[in-house]
């Protein structure tokens, strides 16, 4: 057991990330201490008293025995930032392991790049690796250049359509089937468009972006999407919109008729996400379509007038090796999508699997990772690509990273104004997250509320006027 006491601070959930981050096991809190299931036993003490943090072994770790066995603030840093990073160290050196990313768990890279002044602050301080460091500098460049043109008091709109036709085997996402759910899905549709007929009209903020996305919105049949696109689109408030992104995620969706009511609608920009080109792979997810009908989709796409459109591709799906992952993305770069995304896959853990032929499998696969991720930055940069946006999740293999690559300007602004945390987002239909954005002056800080809506579409449905009213308030109110 690997435990680690808290004494003066409460800061659980970044130390938990790191501690899970090397063990690969979830910790549990208990009263003032963190316990992580491993074998061997080991105690820390993460200790912070009058604004300093202390951390240090207090038993346990005999590789760290004639090593430094405690952690002094060094880094003029937040308290928690600081006891996460001393963490880092200590178990870094205890466990002779080093992440990618250091001790940039669960904070955005991007964010913590516009706070120090170099690359190689990010390397010194957080003990992050060249490459990475790099790499979210240069993303850092490409989200500044489009919030530089974007107004900070405007809203950002997401309409979210959580169905989708079947569910990928990976998919970590609150997405239902819609084939269990058909009778549901004109209800749902109706449902949001009553939603924005009660929050729209009482929004006095301009509105920069709309952003249609899922689930898979392309899974309602040709006339309830029809229906629902000029639903949308019949509100004043998307009259003078700068950019609207529809996501028609999986090609087995996509459809000439739903394509025309985009057009219709003036949408130019969308997404058709083949997540790879091996067929092998996509049947192994559960994903019912073939390359074929990516390429085919693509093809119609582009001869109708979409003239932004973005690809996804996963790097490290079940049985996929770095050859078919590298192979996908070449063929990518030959059809020219605007935008390439690309995604590193969490693995959940096989329950039939020893912890220590878990950590050997995320040992190779994390090898697999390295080398299709470096593949993609190379290849894409050559390709003339640039990173535009990035995001970390929680459970990817090694805490890898999700990366928005965009060609001649074509950066999505919504994806921007989302992932950066730099813009308002005021969010329709179940799942959905409405946050506002306080920006602090002289600051890189910002201050953000949060407003849920109901996860579950009947739920939705049922209590839509009461999720509107809540929306509207929260958008009205002075922000604390
Ligand atoms: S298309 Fe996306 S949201 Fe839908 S099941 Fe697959 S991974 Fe999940």
Redesign the pocket.
């Known amino acids: 057991m690997l435990t680690i006491r808290l004494i003066g601070h409460e800061h659980f959930y970044p130390l938990c990330d790191v501690a899970r981050l090397f063990t690969g096991v979830i910790p549990r809190v208990d009263g003032d201490t963190i316990r992580v299931d491993v074998p061997s036993e080991a105690v820390i003490e993460s200790r912070l008293s009058e604004g300093k943090a202390l951390t240090s072994v207090v038993e346990g770790f005999p590789e760290l025995v004639g090593e430094l066995r405690a952690v002094r603030k060094q880094e003029d840093l937040p308290s928690s930032r600081e006891c996460k990073r001393q963490l880092y160290v200590l178990l870094s050196r205890a466990y002779g392991k080093e992440f990618p990313w250091g001790a940039l768990t669960g904070i955005r890279p991007t964010q913590v790049a516009r706070e120090v002044d170099r690359a190689e602050d990010l390397m010194r301080i957080y003990g992050v690796r060249e490459d990475k460091a790099k790499l979210a500098f240069a993303t850092m460049r490409g989200e500044d250049d489009v919030l530089a043109d974007s107004d900070p008091e405007s809203l950002h709109v997401y309409i979210g359509i959580?169905?989708?036709?079947?569910?990928?085997a990976?998919?970590?996402?609150v997405?239902q089937?819609a084939p269990r759910k058909t009778k549901l899905l004109p209800s749902y549709a109706e449902a949001v468009l009553r939603e924005l007929d009660l929050v729209l009209p009482k929004i006095r903020k301009p509105i920069e972006t709309l952003y249609i996305g899922?689930?898979?919105p392309t899974v309602l049949d040709d006339e309830l999407f029809t229906e629902f696109i000029r639903g949308v689109f019949s509100h004043p408030e998307f009259s003078s919109l700068r950019e609207v992104t529809v996501e028609a995620?999986?090609p087995d969706t996509i459809t000439e008729k739903k394509l025309a009511a985009l057009r219709e609608a003036g949408v130019t920009r969308i997404c058709i996400?083949p997540?790879t080109l091996s067929d092998a792979t996509l049947l192994r997810v559960?994903?019912k379509h073939t390359a074929e009908d990516f390429l085919r989709k693509f093809e119609l796409a582009r001869s109708m007038g979409f003239s932004v459109i973005n690809t996804d591709l996963i790097a490290g799906l079940p049985g996929e090796s770095a050859e078919e992952f590298c192979d996908s993305l070449s063929q990518l770069i030959g059809l020219g999508p605007e935008n390439i995304t690309v995604h590193s896959l969490s693995k959940k853990r096989r329950a039939d699997l020893s912890r220590e032929e878990v950590l050997r499998e995320q040992e190779e696969e994390l090898g697999k990772m390295e080398q299709m991720l470096s593949f993609s930055s190379r290849v894409l940069s050559e390709a003339g690509y640039a990173p535009y946006y990035l995001y970390k999740q929680k459970d990817t293999l090694g805490g890898h990273e999700n990366v928005g690559y965009q060609k001649d300007g074509t950066s999505c602004i919504y994806n921007v104004a989302m992932m950066s945390d730099q813009r308002s987002v005021l969010s329709f239909g179940a799942g959905g997250m409405s946050k506002r954005v306080f920006l602090q002056e002289e600051s890189h800080q910002v201050r953000i509320e949060r407003c849920p809506c109901i996860k579950d579409a009947i739920q939705y449905i049922e209590n839509v006027e009461k999720m509107a009213e809540k929306k509207v308030l929260f958008f009205q109110t002075e922000g604390k």
């Open positions: 959580p169905f989708c036709p079947t569910r990928c990976y998919c970590s996402f997405a089937e899922g689930g898979t995620g999986r996400n997540q559960g994903r």
